[in-house]
């Protein structure tokens, strides 16, 4: 097998010869993914010229697979029927993906180009919102009638399949639409071909999700079930679509890095990071880096009001640092744990008590660990009993009460009907940092005036 | 369709009434998931009741959706041959994982009860490193040879199909074994029953992960492509196994929670948070901390260092916290962006340059807006037009460094050959401390000179 950076050098070289007849030869068996790769590598004018010698078929799947500036720039260089032959080709997911991402103007041409029944299939997905179930659904399926035969059944996938985003699950309907059943065509090649489709369908318990349903909602199922596809239908029951597992794949990517993000204090993304203008970066960056900004000057008024206790031995300065530091790790750590528990399901609102006992338990013992070779560093550097047990001792208490709030405050954000990411490390470390202050400076008042 | 509460419910009203026949009509048409949910949720005899009831095929299917700790108590409680029967029924890569999962005593009871070649595959299985394509493929594929027809090859799928794990992509081998092509069922039933496999299969660019590949790859290839199942091969091309999608879909959840937890410096942890045992937890969060805490003393010794500074307006250290908060947030919003970044593939250690362009532009306007907000509250609350000056700079300046050494570092870790998630938050954090400590009191100098 050949190295795909060989591939693209010798496509580039094709191009340049105007040897179409070689470059057709080598592009044939080519996979889309991989071709869609070497497209996004090439100057606008070489990537015009490979793409307008594909199949019409291969050219619509290619396109899919290309980023939102590679997409505009090839659109802008295409004529109306060309547009519209590949639109039309594209299931209806990825066209109503196409109109989301591109630029207003090159959507109007895009929408233009197509065939009616196209422009009419996009708007009815553009109207489910964002993060439902609608809005990722495609309304290419397989349908069949209860009264089919297997044999039946093969003939009319192979009549009509050509067209649509899997074949593998097939739906099962009645006169009115309404979705009564589900069969795979692993059932149907496990049986004969004389079995009716009313007999091995699966028509209880059928797993489907509503189309207002959170997109989420869909990627649970699927890593639930192992399903290929997932049923979307209306109030009433008709089945109006399906998800394929590849979409889900991606919605639980696209989840992750939303998650990602959230815990990080930066509002939601959904453009890749080298595309994004600086300006959007910096707004999606600052808004939460002011609230914190401005929270975080709590902790700098708990320092002023124990300035005497700090006038009194200046030494103390040096360790808030080190708690503030290990304060806010710790307590991202058991946020963490929480918050990624809750996404993939291993931990409900009502795991709250458990959560409490473990991170209590474990604080104990990370606290001990670290409080104890603080005290004695600090110690052997400093040879000051007192400076080091009040170091020592606020450390402790600051590991418990950072892992405490930690762990408790994304469930407790659940329970409140919040995003638990955000309960992520910013805002723990913000809360954790006026507490440990405030039992920093309470301990060392007592153990001073207990030396003095 | 009915809750699965509810049906919980009356199950285990038709478990304390012996109602078997019951029992039976009600559990027939569930899902395989739907039935481990309402199992795990159950007492021991309760569950084995239930459990046994179930055919020998739906049993496999549901316990291999259990919990570790369920799967062990239900063997602890079943026969050796009830054990057998289920493990000669799981796929082997399900069968694989029972062994990883549990205590190396009930393992020994596991093997013992399966069939020799059952504990033969399992054994082959065991022998790939863990997070190695190996590891996560399954030996039990459909295979053709090229010179069958569609409806011969039909033929063998009803024959063989049932305990193969998809029979959607089946592969062409040789008589050596060796991988010489792809085909799905979906190009067969596109197909006459007469064409022959050589025909329609995909013999050039197959699409292949070697043996000992990283599974991560096996899910970028997941992604790439959108295909249902990926062949494994071994150095001289043999097809030894498949990874299917739902599989894949798994693999890519964990990898995403595995960075989530080196992100807040966690040692890589397997299993569910609550079924860890607290000094197993307190050990995977305490040798991080530990790290953390000693390099933080650094930051002490800068305070220390600059010791005359503070004294003299000890008014400065109470902006402390603010800066380093601020600091340890700005960088973990751009280290997040670029792990992520290169996580998804969107980053390349080539785009360093680019990055790095857009983090020094990002983070001038974020920390200029910061900057000026923060002098102007300062001003407007302590009227020192100096201290306020103070602050103002050192918190732009902190900003840039951070959100620049926040972008650079994931990159630098990866073209070191190092895990760019390990460069979140905590690390940058801490190096952040004290380049923005040091800058805050040469600024405090500089500044205060000027108004002495």
Redesign the interface.
Known sequence: ?RDLEEIKDEIKNLIEAKNVRELRNLTE???D??LADILEGLEPEQSVILFRMLGRDMAAEVFAHLNPDTKEALVSQLTAPEIGGIVDELFLDDAADLVEELPADVVKRVLESASPETRRGINQLLQYQEDSAGSIMTTEYISLRPDMNVEES?RH??EV??DKET??TCYVTDPKGILIGVVT??TM??SQYADKIADIM?D????SVNTNDDREKVTEL?????F?AIPVVDSQNHLVGIVT??D???V??EE??E???K????LP?DE???SMG??E??KK??I???V???S??L???I??HY?SV??AL??L??????L???G???G??S???????IA?G??KIF?AL??LS?EI??SL??GG??AV??FL?KYAMSGDLLLSLTVGIS?FAT?IFAQTIGGMLPLLAKACGFDPALMA??IV??IV?AGS?TMYFMVASKVMSIGA
């Open positions: 097998m068996d080519m996979n993914a991989d093969f996938i192979r399949g050509m074949l593998y065509v692993r090649l496990l699966t209880t318990n059928i797993i699927f890593q639930k079930y192992d290929m597992v590849d889900a794949m991606e639980l990517e992750s890095t998650d990602f993000h815990m990080a204090a930066i993304i890749p990071y080298l600086v300006v970066l910096a960056r600052i939460w880096l002011m914190l900004m401005i975080a000057t902790s700098g008024q320092i002023t300035q700090f006038a200046p030494a300065i040096a360790a808030i640092p080190m503030m530091d290990t806010g790790n710790a991202s750590q946020s963490t744990l929480v918050i990624r528990g993939v291993e931990l795991d458990k959560v473990k338990r474990v013992m990370v660990g670290l070779v603080n560093y450390l590991v490390a910013p470390t913000t940092d202050l």
